[in-house]
């Protein structure tokens, strides 16, 4: 099976549209690889698997961690791991020196980060020195403070032309392609069509180049979903079923079964 590169992704702007999905784990990527273009390695780690308030807090080395098991588990899919809140916004050095550390120690091929205008120059500094760079505009976790919280994008005039010079500057620094999260449907589609570069929506428009989601959204193992996410699957409910059948069975003493326990070897020459 052929991986799919950043190049892959670049040329996909216009095309057949991108399947991306998040992954943290490496069970979960090995069963998603097949299906996708792109594995994100998401810093919604934080709160989908470590169940933080936000994304502020995820390290690094979590990254990393979370990064290797996916890239490790998975043939076909570009794999891209997000720089966390503070690794990448005080210089474009700092930018390098972090986002080398990911693709040395992860294996994957590509970084995710976040910002538009400010965040031009980082891109460009990165990209023109090995380092693919995915941008992400519009709705960004990781300023959840500065954005007043997890809410829609562009609803304005001046905040739909901001989106929109955000998304150039980034395509134009050299990114392979942009996250387009959280914003207003045809801010969504006027960015698609005027940046050169492939957009990846979430909560975004059906016209942008592709779509992600949170897996855990998709399969249904979230408590509960934005009104953007289709929950494909309810994986939980499944959780909570064979659960509930293993204690019943635990406290029955139906489980373990004769099948489910060692036995030892007949003795030799023994009768029968
Ligand atoms: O961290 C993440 O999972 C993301 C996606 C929601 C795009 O940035």
Redesign the pocket.
Known sequence: MNAVTTRDVLARKGGTPLVCL?AYTAPVARLLDPHVDVL?V????GMVVYGLEN?LSVSLDTMIAHGAAVARSSERACVVV?LPFGTYQESPAQAFRNAARVLAESGARAV?LEGGLEMAETVGFLTTRGIPVLG?VGLQ?QAVHAQGGFRAQGRSPEAAEAILADAHAIAEAGAFAI?V?GVVESVAARVTAEVGVPTIG?GASPRCDGQ?L?TDDLVGLSPSSPSFVHRYAEVGETIDAAAARYAADVRNRAFPSDANVYKAKRAAGGAG
């Open positions: 998040t994100l998401g810093d919604s780690v994304t997000d995710k992400h976790p996250v999260e979430i992600i949170v």
